[in-house]
């Protein structure tokens, strides 16, 4: 691998900026060299940031960043822009605990201005800095870095709405159209898009698209309207259906997303034009990585550990996860039951979707990045007699809150939530934990829960929850290994009791994952001489009313999830002891209410003392003191209490 000679020179924008023009194209070489080297090591979002070189490399010189505010959408593709604005070192640690961030991270860089990896955010971002800029009269332009799907959410288009609206808003919104998220984009605008790329006749235009942008000179407004003739005799001779003219908002493109210096000069005329200016630009996610390139799945969107050369993962086989039995057995239950349907958001792969549309490609419904619409389009499946399944990820759920409460809730309708990535997720970071769904599903009246804590009970919940027809149904799991099935010594009404010693002391009480640490809790209590009895509730909602009376037997009851503490599973099953006038006192323990870093697992359980060493610890001190405190206390189980 070549020796990054000119990208070692490169620490800000300002040297990027003093390079020749002509240096260009081997900065970008190396660039992709260093990401292949590097994400090959770490893990992360490759294929995005490939495709993305030449439109960060002149972005960072037609923009004076971080005076001109540049906001991603969706934010992975920001590794570019961290080895330009000083952070190649970094790369080694990235997603590494006490790391760089895969996201743009105000806490890194001045140069980053929005933490945000939820996608169709920038446009709204962006539109309030650019109002914030012009209202102090400020100098700057901000630039809205968008694409990889993000313009198929709708808050995407509220903002541009917006934008279309002010003449003279500083703001220029860049387009990288790869036609894609994680898979192929869907909907009426990648459709628009694709006619665009797949013209016979694009070539030609890109070619004299590029010869007339070298040749209008910078003098703001006039420029642009020589720029913008141009573009409107190709928009009506290839696509006189032209959406963002349509709008209002200036338009130029498309522009080879991969030709540096055309996709300069358009962002410098489009900087002095004086307003909201649209500049489209056709790229190919992973590009330059030939491994990235055929694979069709995804191009390498995300990866782990893999080889730099040939892009064959370095992990070897691995353990089935919890996506995995998921993808599996709603295969096996849709095959036996017409009346199944499965919504993603964009996320096909991810979320273990490809083998259900696979077989039954006329009952799965990718709806792009659109959380919200996924939601109500399922309450108007389950209105229409069939039974939707909806993949997605738990933080992402926070988005269709509203729809799920209103919409699918509010209306009695049978549809399941699969919610992945739920807890602690690893390298994603703060805004990728999900760590808020079973509190805020706490509230909708009439749903149910449950935390599966092996293969053989999520395949039991899924079956359970296809069955219920007048409510909804959530199952949430994690991304990792899934672990070794924990069988029931007793079952009372339905809850799973996994350990039970003679006269038992202590209750506790494990969800999901963390009933193997419940487990290792109670095993230690008992190697204690302390009594304890360690279930599984199965079902977190609706609360049953006889786990209220088991723990009325206990002295003290213990509460474990990998869920933010405050109104989590353990808060409700407190508040419901309350009602009930059960006095025995409770200590939840979960995720401590904070933003979490990324980090693995491991680190952050550790971290947060949410291990069985240090829960035990509490549950033993109290009993031998014979006073356990009915204070509610966050995860960390203070030595000294």
Avoid at 65 to 85: A, E, M, N, W
Avoid at 144 to 157: H, I, K, Q
Avoid at 335 to 348: E, Y
Avoid at 363 to 374: K, M, P, S, Y
């Amino acid at each position: 691998m070549p020796s990054p000679r000119l990208l070692r020179t490169i620490r800000s924008p300002q040297d990027l900026r003093a390079l020749p023009p002509e240096k260009l194209p081997e900065l970008a070489g190396e660039i992709r060299s260093f990401l292949i080297e590097h994400v090959s090591q770490t893990g992360g979002h490759l294929g995005p940031n490939l495709g993305v070189v030449e439109l960060t490399i002149a972005a960072h010189r037609a923009f004076e960043s971080p005076r001109d505010p540049i906001v991603f959408d969706t934010g992975h593709q920001s590794y570019v822009h961290k080895i330009l604005t000083g952070r190649q070192e970094l790369f080694p640690t990235l997603r590494q605990r006490g790391g760089l961030s895969g996201y743009p991270n105000r806490a890194e860089s001045e140069h980053d201005w929005v933490e945000n990896s939820h996608a169709s955010t920038a446009l709204s971002y962006a539109e309030g800095l650019a109002k914030a800029i012009r209202h102090r009269r400020l100098p700057g332009t901000v630039l809205a870095f968008v694409g990889d799907g993000s313009l198929t959410g709708g808050m995407a288009w509220e903002a541009l709405n917006n934008i279309a609206a002010s003449d003279d808003l500083p703001l220029v919104i860049l387009v990288n159209d790869n036609g894609r998220s994680y898979t192929p984009t869907v909907g009426g605008l990648a459709r628009h898009l694709s006619g665009l790329r797949t013209h016979p006749r694009y070539e030609q235009m890109l070619d004299l698209v590029r010869r007339n942008v070298s040749r209008a000179p910078v003098v703001g407004g006039a420029a642009y309207g020589i720029l913008h003739g141009i573009k409107i005799g190709l928009k009506d001779l290839l696509a006189p259906q032209g959406m963002f003219s349509d709008l209002g908002l200036k338009y130029v493109g498309p522009i080879d997303g991969h030709d540096v210096a055309a996709v300069e000069r358009a962002l410098r005329q489009a900087r002095h034009y004086g307003g909201p200016v649209l500049v489209h630009c056709v790229t190919r996610k992973g590009n330059g990585f030939r491994a990235a390139e055929d694979h069709e799945e995804d191009r390498f969107h995300a990866v782990g550990k893999i080889d730099a050369r040939t892009g064959e993962s370095l992990s070897g086989p691995s353990a089935p996860k919890w996506t995995d039995v998921f993808s599996e057995e709603l295969l096996r239950l849709g095959s036996n039951d017409d009346r199944v349907v499965a919504i993603t958001a964009a996320m096909t792969y991810p979320t273990g979707l490809h083998r259900f549309a696979k077989a039954f490609p006329e009952r799965c419904f990718d709806v792009g990045i659109a959380e919200q619409h996924a939601i109500t389009s399922a309450a108007g499946l389950a209105m229409g007699g069939l039974h939707p399944v909806v993949a997605i990820y738990s933080t992402f759920l926070n988005r269709g809150f509203d729809q799920l409460l209103m919409d699918v809730a509010l209306h009695r309708c049978g549809v399941t939530f699969a919610l992945d990535r739920a807890g602690i997720t690893g390298p994603d970071g703060a805004s990728h934990h999900g760590m808020w769904d079973m509190s805020i599903l706490q509230v909708v009246p009439g749903l149910h829960l449950t935390a599966p804590r092996d293969a053989t009970r999520l395949r039991a919940a899924l079956a359970t929850s296809l069955a219920i027809e007048d409510a909804p149904s959530v199952i949430r799991y994690s991304n990792q290994r899934v672990p070794d099935d924990i069988g029931a010594v007793e079952s009372i009404a339905g809850m799973d009791v996994v350990l039970r010693t003679p006269d038992p002391q202590v209750l506790v009480v494990g969800f999901g994952e963390m009933v193997q640490t419940a487990l290792a809790v109670g095993q230690r209590l008992a190697d204690q001489g302390i009594g304890v009895t360690v279930l599984d509730p199965v079902w977190a909602l609706p609360v049953n009313q006889e786990l209220l009376r088991l723990a009325g037997e206990h002295q003290l009851v213990i509460t474990i999830e990998d869920n933010g503490i405050v109104g989590g599973c353990g808060a409700r099953l407190a508040q419901e002891l309350r009602l009930a006038e059960v006095p025995t006192p409770i200590r939840e323990f979960g995720i401590e209410q904070q933003f979490l870093a990324h980090g693995s697992r491991a680190e952050l359980l550790e971290e947060l003392r949410l291990t069985p060493q240090d829960i035990a610890r509490y549950a033993v001190e109290a009993v031998v003191r014979g006073e356990p405190s009915l204070e509610h206390q966050s995860t960390r189980a203070d030595s000294d209490s």
